[in-house]
């Protein structure tokens, strides 16, 4: 059973390169105070995003004049990164393996993307290249779902769309503990994890919406038939809603972050 799901957890994290056309156009991007209060106490300006995807974190980075190294095993979202932001230092690379040398950044930021980090190869390898007293800080999107069409959503859309992480209860569960080493190695420990949840939102259309959910990986490696009909059954959720049956509105998000400092 634990080799069966660890393939299947090895098969949606290397799903995204087959949407990374998609995901560069829907997914969002993360609140500015999210990725402030991340780096509050960031000894330096140096900031790795590290399974940068298609760059929608290194986006938000850079629009706050972070100085920015984004690193990305998938070659598709990698040159979807590149494309997007030309002026951004991108490398191919894995948390488990990073091209950088000792020390080097201030921060380690990963935006919806520390679920899929292996953290007993990952939290040394992480450790190594930050400074010290340097920050790690995972990032994710959430549905905001103590509104009531956006609850609606989450229970229309399934686990294959949302999924343990993509609520705010679910994620303060999933996260609190779970994805930041305590220890690294014997010279490079890290303390006690922070949590906190940040206003944000995205202009979408119901097509957008549908579009957006169809990015995550449980959708991407859905058979075409299960997800025409799940898309289907999304669809019509937001026809039937006022807040979302014509034109555009404003998905209800919040950025969740989970923070930690090397000692």
């Known amino acids: 059973m634990e080799h069966k799901d660890h393939d299947e957890r090895s098969r949606h994290a290397s799903s995204f390169g087959a949407a990374a056309t998609a995901y560069a156009e829907?997914?969002?991007?993360?609140?500015?105070?999210?990725?402030?209060?991340?780096?509050e106490h960031a000894p330096g300006?140096?900031?790795?995003?590290?399974?940068?995807?298609?760059?929608?974190?290194?986006?938000?980075?850079?629009?706050?004049?972070?100085?920015?190294?984004?690193v990305e095993p998938d070659p598709s979202m990698l040159a979807e990164l590149r494309r997007?932001?030309?002026?951004?230092?991108?490398?191919?690379?894995?948390?488990?393996?990073?091209?950088?040398?000792?020390?080097?950044?201030?921060?380690?930021?990963?935006?919806?993307?520390?679920?899929?980090?292996d953290m007993a190869v990952a939290g040394p390898e992480i450790a190594r290249v930050l400074a010290p007293g340097g920050v790690l800080a995972g990032l994710w999107n959430l549905l905001d779902d103590?509104?009531?069409?956006?609850?609606?959503?989450?229970r229309v859309s399934g686990e294959e769309a949302v999924g343990p992480r993509d609520t705010p209860a679910r994620w303060r569960a999933a996260t609190a503990d779970l994805h930041l080493p305590r220890t690294a190695t014997p010279v490079a420990r890290f303390g006690s994890p922070e949590q906190a949840e940040f206003p944000h939102g995205q202009r979408r259309t119901a097509d957008s919406?549908?579009?957006?959910?169809?990015?995550?990986?449980?959708?991407?490696?859905?058979?075409?038939?299960?997800?025409?009909?799940?898309?289907?059954?999304?669809?019509a959720h937001?026809?039937?809603?006022?807040?979302?049956?014509?034109?555009?509105f404003t998905l209800p998000l919040l950025t969740g972050v989970l923070r930690v400092r090397r000692l």
């Open 45 to 70: 300006p140096r900031v790795l995003d590290l399974g940068a995807g298609t760059g929608k974190l290194t986006a938000t980075l850079t629009a706050l004049g972070i100085d920015v190294v984004a």
């Open 238 to 248: 937001l026809a039937g809603r006022p807040e979302t049956a014509e034109g555009e």
């Open 26 to 39: 829907h997914r969002p991007d993360y609140a500015q105070a999210a990725v402030r209060w991340a780096l």
């Open 84 to 117: 997007g932001l030309p002026a951004v230092r991108a490398l191919a690379g894995s948390a488990e393996s990073l091209p950088l040398p000792d020390g080097s950044v201030d921060a380690v930021l990963a935006g919806n993307a520390m679920h899929w980090f």
């Open 146 to 154: 103590r509104v009531e069409w956006v609850a609606g959503l989450a």
């Open 209 to 235: 919406l549908v579009a957006t959910l169809a990015t995550r990986a449980g959708m991407i490696v859905m058979p075409d038939r299960e997800r025409e009909v799940r898309s289907a059954e999304i669809r």
